[in-house]
């Protein structure tokens, strides 16, 4: 089987709606350098994650706790109580979670009240611009284990934290990965500290019918290549992320949100992640979903959805000022507010944006 030969598909991580939802994974995204990185996995090891089995990093984690020999605990519904009690009744190693997970305050179980001991290290995908304060919390909380946010594109990590990152940010770029920012109108490339779209290069080698040894190998009974191709390199083409960040002077990636989720108000593209946090730190607010609406002179507004949290009341008007008072002029929500009983998910977690 070649390295870019399909292996699985799944539905894609970073989807928000059911058309284009398929992921392929490639064979290499299961032995790439990077992803043999994070989590640290050791013989014997328990490792818990709550993402979907339809998240399609789950299947890479599937085949590398196999192959290292480490157990797995899959749980359904986060909370902090049930993870507090699953680490300390199987002595967890290691987490998985999606950085929504920690968004919203939900930490609410005294974690003295449990051992943990056994924690070594939680890991974070799905970065997110805003995630500052909940770094500092789970930080302030988990005192002794490593907490490291990971950004992944095409189901191999791209970039992880480390060495005392700088809070929100998705790491530096990892092992035989090149990432690279362009202008969202030009597709000129950026310097540091300028939000683009961020394309990614992956730099492999694989065998060729010259060098190959191996009787189970596809190239083992091919025909020989001539000697100015012995060894074939996947590093000619640019990748589309489908995301929007930037990096700072430091080198460390800093994701702000989706392209195809930005709201194009005037000559500004806003991050309706960002309107999102921000609503969810009201403590009426138990879900939020911000699309884009067409406005006849400013291109879109922003629009929210709200499921409030059970027993509690909020208006419109409350929560627009909410906004106001916590993000620049350009986030108002000039497309309002509508309250929503139910808010429609997709297999991955994350929200049908399509159907909100």
């Given amino acids: 089987m070649k390295p870019m030969n399909t292996v699985a598909i799944m539905f894609s991580p970073s989807a928000t709606s059911y058309p284009n939802s398929k992921i392929f994974i490639p064979k290499i995204a299961l032995t790439y350098p990077s992803n043999e990185e994070i989590p640290v996995m050791f013989s014997g090891d328990i490792g818990l994650w709550y993402p979907s089995l339809n998240w399609s990093y789950s299947v890479i984690l599937t085949v590398r706790c196999i192959i290292s020999y480490v157990t797995v605990i899959k749980c359904l519904k986060f909370s902090d109580k049930n993870m507090y009690e699953t680490i300390e009744k199987y002595k967890v190693s290691w987490i998985f979670l999606e950085s929504k997970m920690c968004m919203k305050n939900i930490f609410y179980t005294d974690i003295c009240m449990y051992d943990i001991s056994s924690l070594k290290q939680i890991i974070i995908d799905d970065s997110t611009m805003n995630f500052n304060e909940a770094q500092k919390t789970l930080r302030d909380k988990f005192m002794n284990v490593s907490i490291v946010q990971v950004y992944t594109g095409l189901c191999i990590i791209l970039a992880f934290q480390r060495d005392n990152p700088k809070p929100g940010s998705g790491g530096y770029v990892t092992k035989n990965v090149q990432l690279q920012f362009t202008n969202i109108c030009s597709q000129k490339i950026l310097g540091p500290c300028r939000a683009g779209i961020i394309w990614y290069k992956l730099i492999f080698k694989w065998c060729s019918p010259q060098t190959c040894k191996l009787e189970n190998c596809y190239n083992y009974q091919a025909k020989k290549d001539s000697i100015n191709n012995n060894i074939k390199t996947f590093s000619q083409k640019w990748h589309y992320t489908g995301d929007y960040g930037y990096y700072d002077k430091d080198g460390e990636i800093f994701l702000i949100d989706k392209m195809k989720d930005l709201i194009k108000y005037r000559v500004f593209h806003l991050s309706p992640i960002r309107i999102e946090n921000t609503l969810l730190q009201h403590p009426a607010v138990s879900e939020v979903v ?51 009983t139910y808010i429609p998910r997709l297999p991955n977690g994350k929200v049908d944006r399509m159907f909100t």
């Fill in 290 to 340: 911000v699309r884009s609406v067409p406005h006849i002179t400013n291109g879109q507004h922003p629009v929210a959805y709200v499921k409030k949290k059970c027993g509690e009341e909020v208006t419109e008007e409350e929560l627009i000022k909410f906004v106001a008072e916590n993000l620049p002029d350009i986030y108002q929500l000039r497309g309002g507010i509508y309250f929503k």
